[in-house]
Structures are given as C-alpha cells and as structure tokens.
C-alpha cells in the first residue's frame, strides 16, 4: 500500500472536501492533526467538514483550537458563535459575540443577531418568557432608536430573524411578529422597495412559487401536486428555488413538469437585490409562498410587494405580522371562531386542506399482532415541538398506564435530544426505560414505527402536520388538544375532513392523558386503525377536489370566468 507524504495527503483530503465528501475529508485531516497539532490550514479544513456533518462539538474543539493559536483569525469568531447557536449554546454565544466585538472581530450584525435568539429546547417556562422578552427589547430598541446603522443584506450582514423559533410554545406572536417585520425595515432600506407597479391581466394569469424547499422535503412533499394542478389554460406558473435547493426526486419533478409545459423553473440568485430584479422581471399578478420563515433569505422576500397578491399556507403554520401577505390559505375545518384574531392575513377558506397528498408508500409490511400492539406511545417529532408543558402529559400518561412506553426520535445532531433528556430529569417521574429515545430512521421504518404505535401524542401548542397524514398509511390514531391557533388544530382539521366520528381530540390536559391511555389500550385498535386508514384513503389522500378549489380561489381573485 502506497505510503503518502503529508502533502498529497493534504492535497487529497482537500480534493474530498472539494466533491462535498466531508466523511472521508475529515479522516484524513485528523490523520493529519495527530502529526501538525497547530497546523492552521488543518485545522480551518477540519472545522469546515465538521460543521457540514453536523458535529458540532468537535467543530467547537477545533475551533477553540484556532482561536487559542491565532486569536484573531479571521470570522473565526462568528464561526464559533454559530456552531454554539447550533448547540443552543445561547449564554456562550453571547458571550463570545461580545468579546469579539470589543476586539472589532465580529461582523456588526452579531450586535443585534445575539438579542434574538431563542432556544429550541428550552429549560423551562420561565426561559422562553425571558429570551421572549429579550427579543421585543431588541426589536423596540431598533425602532426606538433615532440614528440607526443600516445594515446590507448583500454585504453578509444577514440577521436571521426569529419568526420560527418564536412559534414553538403557546405565545400569541401577532404584534411581535408585526413589529419585528417594522424593524428588519428599518434596518434594511431594501425591504421598503415599493416600486411594484399593478399590471392588468392580459391572457393567463402569471402565479409565482417561492420556496427553498419544492424537492424532497415536507414543503415538497404537501404542495407539488396542489402546484402541478394549475390549469395551464388559465395560469402561467413560475417556480422560484434557492442556490440552497437540494437535489432530489421531486425537485426532479418540477424539472420534468417544465419539459411538459406544465410551469418553467427559476434559481434566484444568493442577492436579495440580484433576486428581487429578477421576480419583478416576471411581472407576477399572484405570489404563492407554501412556507415563510423556514428559508431566512425567502423570509426577506416575501416582507416585500412583488405581486398584486401574495398567499401563504401552513408550510409553516404561524402569522407572518406583514402587510405584505395578503392571504392565509387554510380549510375551514382548521379555524374556529377566534382563529383569524391570531392572523395578519385575511384567512382565505377552502373545503379541504390545500394540498394533495400522495399516499404514503412503503414495500415493507407490519404483522398483524404488531398493528395489535397496546401500550405503544409515540410522539414522532422534531423535539423542538416538545413544550415543557407536554413533559408533565408524558408523565402521566405513564404514570396512570404501567405498562405504557414512550417513544421520541432524536434529532440527528443529538443536540436537542441531549438538552431534552437534562429537562426530563428535573422531574423526579422520570424514567429512562419508560421515554425512550430512538435514533433517526429511514422513511419506510418510520412509517413502520407509526404503525407499530397504538396511539400518537400530538404536541401541544405546535402540532402534527405531514407526521399525522404519514400515519394514515396504517391508519394510527393521534390524541390532540387544539388551540385557537392554525399551527395546533391541523390534526383537528384531517379528522373532520376524514368525516371520522368522535376521534379522540382532547378539551383539557386531563382530557389528553385520558384518551391517550384508553386509545392505547383498546381490544378493537386493528380495527379502528383500519377504519382511520379507509377514511384516509378515499377522504384525505390524493383530494384532486383541492386542487379544483386552489384554482377557483386564485381565479376568483381577480374576478375572472
């Protein structure tokens, strides 16, 4: 076997890093940092493909490494507060960024960047009020304050805002999301562009798609169909990625659509001014965003007026508090009488869930005494929907059913799974052979593990959304307790579109507890799975009626027969 010289080993670790290969990349340069521990150039390298392989601890050694070497390395200190960010490291991160600006090491932006962090898994109540009203400090200072720095989205001084991780507990984020909208304007003159000039519609009407995420994800996964069910005669469809869209078999899609002259497709550029041209090129009469605030850089965009209309959906399912978006699309079967309250957006009501759902497909088969499982809980989601309020659901669920187990999934990078575990055993009923932790699983044995379940806990405040319709391939009941909010009564709004009678949707956190144990010990759970799955089957997956609706809504819009 050909022994290398540290140069070609150099040489060829850097070439894996080149080709994204970041496993091999990062072998051989910790081959390398045995033998040159204060090897700058190393180091950078191995920093780089830690942090695309999401460990982020070892990043932070490494770059504690640098920092002790080279203490002003530049952007090494932004590097280090956004891996700390990463690990919901939020003190650290702060108090990193604060040394690196007195040292004038620091883009500026972090001066504002530290005060709207949030934590995704946080320690308790108390916790999320505090960086609540951290954040709205922030924000009234920006707006407060007479001479205020501008900052320019296309010189790297992006703030990533906090509209998501704002939305993860049981807070109205109405005026705060309103007001953080007044402030990213200030900040960045860009966003008051009011060139936007009404066109008439002569011929088609031109809809544009805005998402990072039209391939193989949730975003993708809810909305190709409802996109692809745009009469061609009627609308000319525009689909609008990122540089950041990943490949993927529905991405594949799109492109293959475009060949059939269903829609044409568009990679923005990374400049959100170099974007913006481009879309206003398109003259648009109607802007669909499926998502907002799950892409920051299409967050930017869509606090603009580049259309006569623009629509969100639940893509992410939370009030933007911009005037900008005209619409929340959203079925009727998903809002009560105090929903809109909660909305900047005018709630614009279809019949059914605006999405067409394929059915879940799996060539893998469960028994039937696994779908006869009892005492099975599950609770299939990100972590960060976990609420501090829910512990105290899966305790009791426990405590009242003996025989109960608890399943989680952990998150890949095992960071918020490792600040969850530490906020469960503050609770004394904590007990690690009772909540148990699973490692993430390919998407066939997920849908196993949602059949294997008896019953499915649906989080409070911030629910189920695509986990609930992928359950449906098996037909698994969810307990939820909905709120006056979108973002909670998804699951809600499925039941009723499903026409299921009495599902088990919870009045009270006792209420909750109860049902999660009686559904989960029911003699008759095949049978009723089977009847959840039926329902699915005819009433909530592949619903061509939605994408009729879609189309008669935006026609309806602009008044045209």
């Known amino acids: 076997m050909k022994k290398y010289s540290a140069e ?104 504002i960047q530290k005060n709207l962090f949030f934590p995704k898994i946080p320690s308790n109540k108390e916790e999320i009020k505090m960086y609540r009203e951290k954040i709205k400090k922030e924000i009234e200072k920006i707006l407060n304050v007479s001479f205020l720095t501008k900052l320019d ?89 990122s540089q950041k869209t990943r490949a993927g078999e529905i991405f594949d899609e799109f492109k293959e659509k475009e060949k059939e002259g269903i829609l044409k497709n568009e990679i923005l550029p990374i400049k959100l001014s170099e974007k913006i041209e481009v879309i206003k090129k398109f003259r648009l009469n109607i802007i669909f965003y499926p998502d907002i605030g799950l892409s920051f850089e299409f967050y930017y965009l869509a606090l603009m007026r580049l259309a006569k209309y623009q629509i969100t959906t639940f893509g992410h399912p939370e009030t933007t508090g911009s005037n900008s978006i005209d619409f929340y699309l959203i079925s009727k079967n998903c809002v009560n009488e105090n929903t809109q309250k909660h909305y900047s957006e005018k709630l614009l009501l279809m019949n059914y869930l605006p999405m067409i759902y394929p059915k879940p497909f799996t060539k893998k088969k469960l028994s039937q005494d696994e779908l006869n499982k009892k ?54 009923k904590y007990d690690s052979k009772k909540i148990i932790f699973i490692d993430p699983l390919s998407y066939e044995d997920y849908l196993l593990h949602l059949g294997r379940s008896s019953v499915l806990l649906d989080p409070l405040f911030y629910g189920a959304g695509n986990s609930f319709f992928e359950s449906m391939l098996y037909g698994t009941p969810t307990v939820t307790f909905p709120t006056d909010h979108i973002k909670s009564r998804l699951v809600l709004a499925a039941y009723k579109q499903m026409e299921i009678e009495h599902p088990p949707v919870a009045t009270s956190i006792k209420n909750y507890v109860d049902l999660a144990v009686s559904y989960a010990n029911r003699d008759d759970i095949s049978a009723l799975k089977n009847t959840y799955k039926t329902a699915a089957e005819k009433k909530l997956f592949n619903t061509k009626k939605a994408g009729e609706e879609f189309n008669k809504i935006i026609n309806n819009l602009f008044n045209l027969t």
């Open 8 to 111: 070609e080993l150099f040489k060829i670790a850097y070439a894996h890093l080149q080709k994204k290969d970041f496993r091999k990349s990062s072998g051989l340069f910790e081959k390398l940092i045995n033998d040159y521990p204060e090897n700058l150039s190393i180091l950078r390298n191995l920093t780089h493909c830690y942090i695309y392989l999401g460990e982020f601890e070892k990043a932070e050694t490494t770059i504690r490494k640098i920092i002790s070497i080279k203490p002003d390395e530049p952007f090494i200190y932004q590097t280090l507060a956004s891996i700390l960010k990463d690990q919901d490291k939020l003190e650290e991160a702060t108090l990193i960024i604060n040394q690196a600006l007195d040292k004038n090491l620091i883009n500026k932006k972090w001066e």
């Open 153 to 241: 989205y296309d010189k790297d001084q992006i703030i990533i805002p906090p509209h998501v991780d704002l939305s993860y507990n049981d807070w109205d984020n109405l005026e705060l999301n309103k007001r953080n909208v007044l402030a990213f304007k200030k900040l960045y003159e860009i966003l008051n562009d009011e060139s936007y000039i009404e066109k008439d519609i002569k011929g088609k009407i031109k809809i544009g798609v805005i998402s990072e995420f039209l391939t193989d994800h949730t975003i993708g996964k809810l909305y190709k169909d409802l996109i692809f069910s745009l009469d061609k005669n009627k609308f000319e469809t525009f689909i609008f990625h």
């Open 375 to 428: 005492n099975i809980y599950s609770c299939p989601q990100t972590l960060i929907k976990i609420h501090p309020d829910f512990d105290q659901i899966i305790f009791d669920i426990l405590e009242k059913d003996k025989k109960g187990i608890v399943y989680l999934i952990k998150d890949r990078n095992r960071v918020w799974y490792k600040k969850l575990v530490k906020r469960f055993n503050t609770n004394k």
